[in-house]
Every structure is written in structure tokens, then in C-alpha cells.
């Protein structure tokens, strides 16, 4: 039953989860890159990374506690380690690594006006690169669930 329960929290928190990345790179970053000033970007960029940064921090966390459960009751596999290794990049942007990425991202050079629209798109590639390694982790898990 434990086991049923944990596997139950996974699977939803990681749709949430990865439902949430999918929505901010092929929804709010087409959104953004339409808008047509820089506040208007970097105000609709902050809206949506507030709100949900902290829904994504909580299913890390429950995706991640509730995986340790699963690896420890069925074992690792090869689809376990790549879960392992997205959860790890994820987690480590969260909690901390998101902030220095933004600061350095965000920063002016003196003299110098910030490129919005660069930054954004940059920032949408990488999200089409963390959601392409999202999609790989759960089709490794799907496939090491019924392998």
C-alpha cells in the first residue's frame, strides 16, 4: 500500500511539475518574446517564475522523497539514474543555482542597456533543453517501470 501511495505522489507531482515547464517554455516565453518592451518582459517573466517556482519547489521535493522510496523498494535501473540526474539539476537550480544563472543573466554592463529580447531567448533555448531532458527522464521511467 506504501508503495502505491509513493508511486501515486511521483507520478503527480512530476506531472505537475514538468506540466509546469512545459506551459512557461512553449506558452509564457512565446508571450514574452511578443511583448514589447523590456519592463513588459521582465514583468511578465517575474509574475510567472514567482508563482511558480514555488509550486516547482514543492513537487521537487515531493518527486524526490518519494523516488528515494521507490529506488529503495524496487532498485535502481538505468531509467532510475537518469531521473536521478534530471531531479539533480532541477533541485540544484531551485535552491540555489537559478539566482547566480539570473544575477549574472541580468546584469548590465556599465553603459550598457540590457538586450531583452537576447536574454529571453536564450532563456527559452534552455528551457526547450531542460524540457527535452524532462521528457527523457519520464519516458526512462515509464520505460523502467514496464521493461
Do not use: C
Request: glycine letters at 6%.
Amino acid at each position: 500500500m506504501l508503495y502505491v501511495i509513493a508511486l501515486t505522489i511521483h507520478v503527480l507531482s512530476v506531472i505537475i511539475w514538468i506540466g509546469g515547464v512545459s506551459f512557461v517554455t512553449m506558452i509564457t516565453f512565446p508571450m514574452i518574446q511578443r511583448a514589447n518592451s523590456s519592463l513588459e518582459q521582465v514583468m511578465m517573466f517575474q509574475g510567472t517564475e514567482h508563482r511558480f517556482v514555488k509550486i516547482a519547489k514543492i513537487m521537487v521535493i515531493l518527486a524526490g522523497l518519494s523516488g528515494a522510496y521507490l529506488i529503495k523498494v524496487k532498485g535502481m535501473s538505468v531509467g532510475s539514474w537518469i531521473m536521478i540526474s534530471v531531479w539533480t539539476f532541477y533541485a540544484s537550480l531551485l535552491f540555489g543555482l537559478e539566482k547566480i544563472l539570473f544575477k549574472q543573466i541580468f546584469a548590465k554592463p556599465t553603459g550598457e542597456e540590457l538586450d531583452t529580447k537576447k536574454i529571453f531567448s536564450i532563456l527559452q533555448v534552455f528551457h526547450y533543453v531542460i524540457l527535452t531532458l524532462s521528457y527523457s527522464a519520464v519516458a526512462a521511467g515509464i520505460f523502467a517501470a514496464h521493461y
